[in-house]
């Protein structure tokens, strides 16, 4: 596990990290998957600091934990698994395979995620649940919408998982500029509708 750093600098460390990767590479290719766990764990920090509390975030080096990364708040720590989820038979970066210049840290998008993205996230919560994790009550769950998800509706994407968050300790959900909360954890804090993350869309 690294060092608990504030979002802000998990961002300056990711950005040294990935400033001469290509947004390609940094898709497709399997070396920077732990590049792609700090992105979220910084996208998620940056959302949790702005709309609920100050936090700290580590992110685990170690491969096939059930911990990628932990938040920890000013009285608890909370571990995180990560997901994605995209449209069915998409395989992610297949619009980056003929460039090379695209810029960081912004992710691909898919159209058609504000109709059908609550049931594209509820199969990523559902293909995690299948994994069956010995605690799997005790990890919180961080999902990734990798698609275009502008105007995503909150109660839709909460009716859609009604049945299924509980089983974690908390399901949060980020995008490419939002972020909010589906089950929360106790101490935790919420966010109850699709947050901006940035002071603007990205």
């Known amino acids: 596990m690294?060092?608990?750093n504030t979002p802000e600098k998990l961002k300056v460390l990711f950005e040294a990290q990935s400033e001469n990767i290509s947004t390609s590479d940094f898709i497709r290719k399997p070396q920077h998957k732990h590049l792609k766990e700090i992105w979220c764990a910084l996208?998620?920090?940056?959302?949790?600091e702005k709309h609920v509390a100050p936090c700290w975030i580590a992110v685990n080096k170690e491969e096939n934990s059930d911990t990628d990364f932990i938040l920890k708040t000013e009285s608890?720590?909370?571990?995180?698994?990560t997901t994605i989820a995209d449209m069915p038979g998409r395989r992610m970066g297949d619009e980056y395979k003929q460039t090379q210049t695209d810029s960081l840290p912004n992710m691909p998008s898919q159209i058609g995620g504000l109709i059908e993205g609550p049931?594209?996230?509820?199969n990523a919560v559902v293909g995690k649940i299948e994994k069956k994790y010995s605690a799997l009550h005790t990890l919180n769950?961080?999902?990734?919408?990798?698609?275009?998800?502008?105007e995503l509706g909150y109660i839709d994407t909460v009716n859609a998982l009604e049945k299924h968050s509980g089983k974690f300790s908390s399901v949060w959900i980020i995008t490419n500029s939002q972020i909010c909360s589906i089950h929360t954890a106790i101490g935790q804090g919420a966010i109850n509708y699709y947050a901006d993350i940035y002071n603007h869309k990205e």
């Open 2 to 4: 690294s060092d608990f």
């Open 43 to 48: 996208q998620f920090g940056l959302g949790y």
């Open 76 to 81: 608890c720590q909370f571990p995180f698994q």
């Open 119 to 122: 049931q594209w996230i509820l």
């Open 141 to 150: 769950l961080l999902v990734y919408a990798n698609f275009s998800s502008f």
